[in-house]
């Protein structure tokens, strides 16, 4: 082979390794986290992030609901956007459309859909290996507001978490049975 072949060859090589890079990076990046993250830093958006971390120490507070010490051993995440300030959401948003949108093609399931007055309200969830992998909450309307619980997830055990927790939003799980 001569140089020039050899230099094509290596251009090929770095342009392959390239954009399997990008799409690497971008397959790690879920639809749901990039809603998370154009929202999160906005004006009149309160967000939360409960990492597997929090969840491990947890495990260490002593509980009699065997249940519920399962559940949190398993689960890797929360995260909660909301506006529940009208005045201060951007304009037009409805967190219900735009999530519904970003996750299409990608693996979720509606669970429940619930219509209140001027709200929609979703659960979505994604599974793997026929196990709840993620759970989503989406409120659209006058209030805004996302959660998105990652983790091997017990439905059960999930109602009696959001009880504990007292986290606004979560007390919509009451109504998936």
């Known amino acids: 082979m001569n140089k020039h072949t050899l230099s094509l060859i290596r251009k090929a090589l770095f342009l392959v390794i390239l954009m399997l890079a990008i799409v690497v990076a971008q397959a790690q990046e879920s639809p749901v986290d990039r809603v998370f993250e154009k929202y999160a830093n906005t004006d009149g958006c309160t967000s939360v992030f409960i990492s597997s971390y929090m969840f491990s120490m947890l ?9 519920l010490d399962e559940l949190i051993k398993n689960l890797k995440s929360i995260k909660i956007i909301t506006f529940d300030n009208p005045a201060k959401k951007p304009r037009g948003l409805n967190l219900n459309t735009e999530v519904m949108q970003a996750v299409a093609g990608h693996n979720y399931r509606e669970l429940m859909k619930i219509k209140e007055k001027d709200q929609d309200i979703t659960f979505l969830v994604k599974e793997q290996g026929g196990r709840i992998v993620e759970l989503l909450l989406l409120i659209g309307g006058s209030e805004n507001t996302l959660i998105s619980i990652q983790g091997t997830i017990d439905m059960k055990s999930l109602g009696k978490l959001s009880k504990s927790m007292n986290i606004q939003g979560l007390d919509k799980l009451d109504k998936v049975k």
């Open 59 to 67: 495990q260490n507070v002593e509980s009699d609901d065997k249940e």
